[in-house]
């Protein structure tokens, strides 16, 4: 099976920082690879599918980038909306531990 | 707009079965694959299993730890996939999400407990 990791396991980060998640699969998955978003007591949301493509209604300061093996998310600038768990998942498979961004 | 709704959760005892539905909408049902996910009480998420489109008995791929005891399928006519599980146990207890096609249900409880 493809394990998922994610670092770092937890962010602390203030409203306009800048902010690099990073998630490695443990053999190569293509750009197979979605992010979630996921707040307290809600469901998960789809933030970005096939590694790069933003979801539909997802704001433009997210992205996603890498293929193979490591795959990165970025907040180009932190909203207060965006203190949440993020996690990576292969193809409808496999999550990883998730990552959560917290105030500074 | 895609939109995912479960029902079936609730108390089951140990050893015992429960039935969860999914019903669709908002997508082409018969083009997507389905997925299965719980969430433990303050875990993280765990990928169940899915059921890829085009036939109701399957493909079906599952997680280690429920592979034998829960199968998923899906009524193409109904917009609705179905997770019965079996031979519960209190790991099995979580929220239990369907998802597909963009979107996430709002999930159902099961509690397995005496």
């Known amino acids: 099976d493809v394990q998922m990791t994610q670092s770092p396991s937890t962010l602390s980060a203030s409203v306009g920082d800048r902010v690099t998640i990073t998630c490695r699969a443990s053999?190569?998955?293509?750009?197979?690879l979605a992010w979630h978003q996921q707040k307290p007591g809600k469901a998960p949301k789809v933030l970005i599918y096939?590694?790069?493509n933003v979801q539909s209604a997802v704001p433009s300061r997210f992205s996603g980038s890498g293929s193979g093996t490591e795959f990165t998310l970025t907040i180009s600038s932190l909203q207060p909306d965006d203190f949440a768990t993020y996690y990576c998942q292969y193809h409808d498979r496999y999550f990883g531990p998730g990552t959560i961004v917290d105030i500074k | 707009e895609v939109q995912l709704v479960e029902s079936g959760g609730g108390l089951v005892k140990p050893g015992g079965s429960r039935r969860l539905s999914c019903v669709a909408s908002g997508f082409t049902f018969t083009d997507a694959w389905m997925t299965w996910v719980r969430q433990a009480p303050g875990k993280g998420l765990e990928w169940v299993g899915h059921i890829k489109s085009g036939t109701a008995s399957g493909p079906t791929e599952y997680a280690a730890p429920v592979k034998g005891r829960f199968i998923i399928s899906r009524d193409d006519s109904k917009n609705t996939v179905y997770l019965q599980m079996m031979s519960l146990t209190a790991d099995d207890t979580g929220v239990y999400y369907c998802?597909?096609?963009?979107?996430w249900g709002q999930g159902t409880l099961v509690t397995v407990s005496s």
């Open positions: 053999q190569s998955i293509g750009k197979w």
């Open positions: 998802t597909a096609a963009g979107g």
């Open positions: 096939e590694a790069s």
